[in-house]
Every structure is written in structure tokens, then in C-alpha cells.
């Protein structure tokens, strides 16, 4: 096997796996954004109704 096809085999198998680390990466960026925005809207619903629940009894 000739030097030149070594090395575009190494550079293929490079950008083989930064191509695989960018979509991995892509998906755990939106599934942050997803959990932060559910994270807090859970803690706001939480904060409205642990309000109402302290209330003194008349």
C-alpha cells in the first residue's frame, strides 16, 4: 500500500470521527436546552403552588 493512500485513510477516519463527535455534541446541546427550559418550568409551577399551600387557614 503506497504512503498517499495511508494517509488519506488516517484523514478519512479523522473526519469520520469529528463528524460523529459534532452530531453527538449538536444532540446534547438541544436536549440541555430542552431540560433547562423543562427544569424550570417545573420549578416555577412548584414555586406558584407551594404559595397558595402556605397560606394561614381562616
Same mark, same amino acid.
Given at each position: 500500500?503506497? =504512503?498517499? @493512500? !495511508? *494517509?488519506?485513510?488516517?484523514? $478519512? *477516519?479523522?473526519?469520520?470521527? $469529528? &463528524? *460523529?463527535?459534532? %452530531?453527538?455534541? !449538536?444532540?446534547? @446541546? @438541544?436536549? $440541555?436546552? *430542552?431540560? %433547562?427550559?423543562?427544569?424550570?418550568? =417545573? &420549578? &416555577?409551577?412548584? &414555586?406558584i403552588k407551594g404559595?397558595? +399551600? !402556605? +397560606?394561614?387557614?381562616?
Amino acid at each position: 500500500m503506497s =504512503t498517499i @493512500w !495511508k *494517509v488519506v485513510g488516517v484523514l $478519512l *477516519v479523522i473526519w469520520l470521527g $469529528l &463528524a *460523529v463527535l459534532g %452530531a453527538v455534541f !449538536k444532540a446534547l @446541546w @438541544w436536549l $440541555l436546552i *430542552v431540560g %433547562a427550559v423543562l427544569f424550570v418550568g =417545573t &420549578a &416555577a409551577y412548584g &414555586a406558584i403552588k407551594g404559595r397558595n +399551600q !402556605k +397560606q394561614l387557614p381562616r
